[in-house]
């Protein structure tokens, strides 16, 4: 579990983007953070992700406070999957999953993984040795998302994974993660824009609106529909 605690985070020291901010990142739950843009939504990310040091605040992880840095955050279970790029273009799809074999302690445990793995991703299967450049961007997601899932994931943040898919791919993805969450245990936090999809699949919410939570708590309900009608008005 990791938690912030009254974050203040920004990009300078006359701009802050992130105001008093704490919120609760679960293992075994599908969590949203919401809002406008620039609402704070990718900056509260990349804060708990260790890419932006917060200006004032706390975070810890499972109770103890911590410095997040990416490379820590790793050994610990926690991936992100970032908004863009989602694969390495000019390496097949089997290369860009084997960048996972440094956590293997043998090649035959990394092959036995991944094996376990593509029984989720059936689609990869027979393109393993394709450039991963030449797939569609929703089996470029489901690449990215396999990458991660070789190294038993505890929490995976996700930036805007609906970004260049078509409708009925960003359902695909959404519902693969809730039953990747469902199936594996592990938690998964998404920032997104593409609500009336994702929200069906999600347990809890965060909802930003100029660097503030303004909601928290489950995906559903009349509090929640009042509050997202008062933030995304026209």
Request: hydrophobic share 45%; charged share 20%; proline share 5%.
């Amino acid at each position: 579990m990791l938690e912030l605690h009254n974050i203040k985070a920004g990009y300078d020291a006359r701009r802050m983007v992130l105001h008093d901010v704490s919120a609760v990142m679960r293992q075994r739950a599908v969590t949203v953070i919401m809002g406008p843009n620039g609402a704070g939504k990718s900056t509260m990310l990349r804060v708990m992700y260790g890419l932006l040091k917060s200006k004032a605040g706390t975070i810890s992880l499972h109770g103890e406070k911590l410095q997040p840095r990416p490379q820590n955050l790793v050994e610990e279970g926690i991936f992100m999957v970032p908004q863009g790029t989602r694969v390495f273009r000019t390496m097949t799809v089997l290369e860009n999953l084997e960048l996972a074999t440094h956590f293997w302690p043998s090649r035959a445990g990394f092959d036995k993984k991944l094996k376990e793995v593509l029984e989720h991703f059936p689609d990869l299967t027979p393109r393993l040795h394709d450039m991963a450049g030449n797939l569609s961007g929703g089996q470029q997601q489901m690449v990215a998302l396999a990458r991660v899932l070789i190294n038993n994931p505890k929490l995976v943040f996700l930036d805007e994974p609906s970004i260049g898919l078509s409708p009925k791919l960003i359902q695909d993805i959404f519902k693969k993660i809730r039953t990747l969450c469902d199936q594996t245990g592990a938690g998964f936090v998404v920032v997104e824009h593409n609500l009336k999809t994702l929200l069906p699949l999600v347990d809890y919410a965060y909802i930003l609106e100029q660097g503030r939570v303004v909601y928290d708590g489950l995906a559903e309900g009349k509090a929640l529909d009042k509050m997202l009608a008062a933030t995304f008005k026209a």
